[in-house]
Nanobody, 120 residues
Framework: VQFVESGGGLVQPGGSLRLSCTAS????????AGWYRQAPGKQRELVAS???????NVADSVKGRFAISRDAARKTVYLQMNSLKPEDTAVYYC???????????????WGQGTQVTVSS
């Protein structure tokens, strides 16, 4: 499965971006999915996840600012990011699989990611 992330860019603090994730096949329509990010010099971390049935979770660091959603018909998972802060700067990735795989980041492959830079 190949994941393709898009929607990143340069935004000022306080701004918003919506990231999109698509993939070959139907995995994004039927499996749990997650958005991850990796900042320079830091480990990749899970930012938000959505279960197969649609329940969502976000990391404490982005709670109240980020939201994950899914459009099963378009086989797309989104990450809406509001009130962006410089510390949100990172490459953002998506992936999908079992809940265990999401939490352990146990995937066969990753997409290229999309760069988000928050700076004035």
């Amino acid at each position: 499965v190949q994941f393709v992330e898009s929607g990143g860019g340069l935004v000022q603090p306080g701004g918003s971006l919506r990231l999109s994730c698509t993939a070959s096949g139907t995995i994004l329509s039927i499996a749990a999915a997650g958005w991850y990010r990796q900042a320079p010099g830091k480990q990749r971390e899970l930012v938000a996840s959505i279960s197969r049935l649609g329940s969502t979770n976000v990391a404490d660091s982005v709670k109240g600012r980020f939201a994950i959603s899914r459009d099963a018909a378009r086989k797309t998972v989104y990450l809406q990011m509001n009130s962006l802060k410089p510390e949100d700067t990172a490459v953002y990735y998506c992936n999908a699989g079992s809940p265990g795989a999401l939490s352990q980041m146990d995937f066969d492959s990753w997409g290229q990611g999309t760069q988000v830079t928050v700076s004035s």
